[in-house]
C-alpha cells in the first residue's frame, strides 16, 4: 500500500532557529516566516533589530566570530535547552575587479561567507549531533553554482560553501542531521540594491535572464528554508536548491 503523504512542509511549530544575518533582507525574512508558523527565533546580526518582537533572541556580534557564535547558541541553550535549525546566512561581496581586489577585501569576505559558514554549522552540530536530530542550513548563491567576472572572492566563498555543505552532510547525516544549502539569484535586498546604485550591477540586463520576470522576493527565499526544515524534507541531505527565478537555467541570449 502506498504512503499516504502526510509530511507538512512547514516546520515543526516551536522549531528553535538561529538565523545570521538575521536583522534585515533574506535572514530577517527567514526569522519571520519560521516565526509565523510557532518558530522560536534567535538572532544574531552585527547590526542591532531595533524591531524585534518580544520572545526573540537577539544577539549582537559578528557571523564570522567563533566566539559570537558560541554565544548565540548558548543563549538559545539557556533559553529553550537547544536549537532545531541552523541557517548560516550572513555574508558580503566585494564586487571589483580583481586586479584591484585588495588582500584585505579578499580576507574579510573569506571570513564572513566560508569560515562563518563553517563556524556557525560546527557550534550547531555539537549540539545536534548528540541529540540525534537537526538541520543546519547555509545561503549560498547562484555564484556558489556557476561564476562570473568581478566578482573572485564572493563566487570562490558560495563554490566553497557549496562543497562544504556536501562534506558536512556526509559526515553528520549518519547522527540524523542534515545539512543543505539554498543558492538565491538575485533578490531585492539592500545587498543588491547597493550594488545596482554603485552601477556595478545591471538591473535590467538581470531582469532580461530571470525567466519568470521579476527580481526574487526575500520571502521567496525563506519559502525554502522553511521547507527544508520540515518534515516533508526529511530524505534532502547535501543539496544545494537554486531558487532563482530561473536565471541559472537560462545561459542563453
Ligand atoms: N540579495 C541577493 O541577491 C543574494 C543573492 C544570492 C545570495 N545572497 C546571499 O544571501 C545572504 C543574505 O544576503 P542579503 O541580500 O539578505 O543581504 P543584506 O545586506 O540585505 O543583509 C545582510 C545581513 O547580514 C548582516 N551582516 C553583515 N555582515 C555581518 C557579520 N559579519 N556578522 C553578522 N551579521 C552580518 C547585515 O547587518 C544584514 O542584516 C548572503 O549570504 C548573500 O551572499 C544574496
Avoid at 90 to 113: F, I, P
Wanted: charged share 15%; aromatic share 6%.
Amino acid at each position: 500500500m502506498p504512503d499516504p503523504l502526510v509530511l507538512s512542509a512547514d516546520p515543526v511549530p516551536g522549531t528553535r532557529l538561529l538565523v545570521t544575518g538575521g536583522a534585515r533582507g533574506i535572514g530577517r525574512a527567514v526569522a519571520d516566516a519560521y516565526a509565523a508558523r510557532g518558530g522560536r527565533i534567535c538572532i544574531l546580526d552585527r547590526d542591532p533589530v531595533a524591531d524585534a518582537p518580544a520572545g526573540w533572541i537577539s544577539r549582537q556580534g559578528s557571523a564570522a566570530s567563533g566566539p559570537d557564535i558560541e554565544a548565540a547558541f548558548a543563549a538559545m541553550d539557556r533559553a529553550w535547552g537547544g536549537v532545531d535549525v541552523a541557517h548560516a546566512n550572513a555574508g558580503m561581496s566585494a564586487n571589483k575587479a580583481s586586479l584591484e581586489l585588495t588582500e584585505a577585501e579578499w580576507r574579510a569576505v573569506l571570513d564572513l561567507n566560508l569560515t562563518g559558514v563553517f563556524l556557525t554549522a560546527q557550534a550547531a552540530a555539537r549540539r545536534m549531533v548528540p541529540a540525534g536530530a537537526g538541520v543546519i542550513l547555509a545561503t549560498s548563491s547562484i555564484y556558489g553554482l556557476t561564476a562570473g567576472p568581478n566578482r573572485a572572492a564572493y563566487t570562490a566563498t558560495k563554490g566553497a560553501v557549496s562543497n562544504l555543505v556536501r562534506s558536512l552532510a556526509s559526515e553528520w547525516g549518519p547522527h540524523g542531521v542534515r545539512v543543505n544549502a539554498i543558492a538565491p539569484g538575485y533578490v531585492q535586498t539592500d545587498m543588491l540594491e547597493t550594488l545596482v546604485q554603485q552601477g556595478l550591477i545591471d538591473r535590467a540586463a538581470l531582469l532580461a535572464r530571470t525567466t519568470l520576470g521579476r527580481l526574487g522576493r526575500p520571502a521567496d527565499i525563506a519559502a525554502m528554508a522553511c521547507f527544508l526544515g520540515s518534515p516533508a524534507a526529511a530524505w534532502i541531505n547535501g543539496a544545494i536548491m537554486s531558487v532563482d527565478g530561473g536565471w541559472l537555467a537560462n545561459g542563453g541570449p
